[in-house]
């Protein structure tokens, strides 16, 4: 394979991690409805069958090309608007009006799951894997509300480092903490960075904190197939979680959508405190987007100096150049031989950090 086709996947705006992505958001849906999606560069028809199930299709008839989005739910079948071929929950054609029987054809498929009130599609080939989630709440029912969507012009991956980027969070956030991240591998698509400092004496703000912490101040970050991000903060007593999922547009830009999650709370007094949980969860979530907005117009993002500091993003940048991936528009597999390649060509330069030399 000729060197010029090997292309890691950080920061390409050609492929993309094989995983789950979101699509649009549950209430969205209607039962008996279909809306068109683009996904990754290609076109779908999402619809939710009267069964309440979710199915994502892609978007153009076998027939003539006509969009789906345009037809008609049946049952847990479309119909494509056009000339009424009509296509099961299989994606199969099962009945065109104008023939006695219906031709071998059928539209591809894709695996769908509803979580967090978002719609998610399985972009790849192989079977599903895990939903995103947040790794403290796994096994505990949740309640949640959608943030803010948003586009930013500069890729995915780039966008999430921000939260991992260690240094950023005095410069930009004028946090007086020296945070150092600890790595911990959930699989192979998800990795965490979790806080491991309480702070130093010398500032007013720690002394004020660390009460609140009896070791040290939690805030992890784990990533999903490096486009969902799942933030943990808040004193020993109170977490707060934001997801942020991210989907790589046109030019690879990125277009995404906070997700504000808490655990669930019962009772009426439970709901109550819920709302307000989560509407303070939206308030740390801006907080913290707001400062960096400016930089994530320009940035041309090129890590050629890394510190110290950086070594999270270096890991980050490995672990995702590490998994499978999918071309933008065609999803087709990346090939395998691409990927050994990547993995010998980038290695050995990201995973060790080197202290460099300044030269006057
Ligand atoms: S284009 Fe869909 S039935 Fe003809
Ligand atoms: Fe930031």
Not at 165 to 173: E, G, I, L, P, S
Not at 328 to 333: C, L
């Given at each position: 394979?000729?060197?010029?086709?090997?292309?890691?996947?950080?920061?390409?705006?050609?492929?993309?991690?094989a995983g789950?992505?979101w699509?649009?958001?549950s209430?969205?849906?209607k039962v008996g409805k279909?809306?068109?999606?683009?996904?990754?560069?290609?076109n779908?028809?999402?619809?939710?069958?009267?069964n309440?199930e979710v199915?994502?299709v892609?978007a153009?008839?076998?027939h003539?090309?006509?969009?789906l989005?345009?037809?008609?739910?049946?049952?847990d079948?479309?119909r494509?608007f056009?000339?009424?071929?009509?296509y099961?929950?299989?994606?199969?054609c099962?009945?065109?009006?104008?023939?006695?029987?219906?031709l071998?054809?059928?539209i591809?498929?894709?695996?769908?799951?509803?979580?967090?009130?978002?719609?998610w599609?399985?972009?790849?080939?192989n079977?599903?894997e895990q939903?995103?989630?947040i790794?403290e709440?796994e096994q505990?029912?949740?309640d949640?509300?959608?943030g803010?969507?948003?586009?930013k012009?500069?890729h995915?991956?780039?966008?999430?480092?921000?939260?991992i980027?260690?240094?950023?969070?005095?410069?930009?956030?004028n946090?007086?903490l020296?945070?150092?991240?600890?790595?911990?591998?959930?699989?192979n698509?998800?990795?965490?960075f979790?806080?491991t400092?309480r702070g130093?004496?010398?500032?007013?703000?720690?002394?004020?904190i660390?009460?609140?912490?009896?070791k040290e101040?939690t805030?992890s970050?784990c990533?999903?197939y490096?486009?969902?991000?799942?933030?943990?903060l808040g004193?020993?007593?109170?977490?707060?979680?934001?997801?942020?999922t991210?989907?790589?547009i046109?030019?690879?830009?990125?277009?995404?959508?906070?997700i504000?999650i808490t655990?669930?709370r019962h009772?009426?007094?439970?709901?109550?405190?819920n709302?307000i949980?989560?509407?303070?969860t939206q308030?740390?979530?801006?907080?913290?987007?707001?400062?960096?907005?400016?930089?994530?117009?320009?940035?041309?993002?090129?890590?050629?100096?890394p510190?110290k500091?950086?070594?999270?993003?270096l890991?980050?940048i490995?672990?995702v150049?590490?998994?499978k991936s999918l071309k933008?528009?065609?999803?087709?597999?990346v090939?395998?031989?691409?990927?050994?390649?990547?993995?010998?060509?980038?290695?050995?330069n990201?995973l060790?950090?080197?202290?460099h030399?300044?030269?006057?």
């Open positions: 394979m000729a060197s010029t086709n090997i292309q890691p996947n950080f920061n390409n705006s050609t492929q993309f991690i789950w992505y699509a649009l958001p209430k969205k849906l279909v809306k068109p999606v683009t996904l990754l560069g290609r779908l028809a999402i619809y939710r069958g009267f309440g199915k994502a892609d153009y008839c076998p003539m090309g006509a969009h989005a345009e037809g008609k739910v049946e049952g079948s479309i494509c056009f000339h009424n071929w009509k099961d929950a299989t994606g199969k099962v009945d065109i009006p104008s023939l006695e029987k219906p071998p054809v059928c591809k498929t894709w695996e769908t799951a509803e979580k967090y009130g978002m719609i599609v399985w972009v790849g080939e079977k599903p939903l995103p989630f790794p709440l505990v029912e949740c949640y509300m959608l803010t969507k948003f586009i012009n500069c995915p991956n780039v966008l999430l480092i921000n939260a980027d260690a240094h950023h969070f005095n410069t930009v956030h946090l007086p020296e945070i150092v991240f600890d790595t911990q591998t959930l699989n698509h998800a990795i965490t979790s806080n400092t130093g004496n010398d500032s007013w703000f720690i002394r004020l660390q009460p609140l912490y009896k101040v805030y970050m990533y999903w490096g486009s969902t991000g799942t933030v943990t004193p020993d007593f109170l977490h707060f979680y934001i997801i942020f991210l989907r790589m046109e030019g690879g830009k990125t277009e995404g959508q906070t504000l655990p669930k009772g009426i007094f439970g709901k109550l405190i709302l949980l989560l509407w303070l308030r740390v979530g801006n907080y913290f987007a707001k400062g960096d907005t400016q930089v994530f117009e320009t940035i041309k993002f090129n890590l050629q100096t510190t500091a950086d070594q999270s993003i890991q980050f490995h672990h150049n590490q998994q933008w528009e065609t999803w087709q597999t090939d395998d031989i691409n990927s050994k390649n990547i993995q010998t060509q980038f290695q050995p990201l060790e950090y080197k202290e030399e300044f030269k006057v």
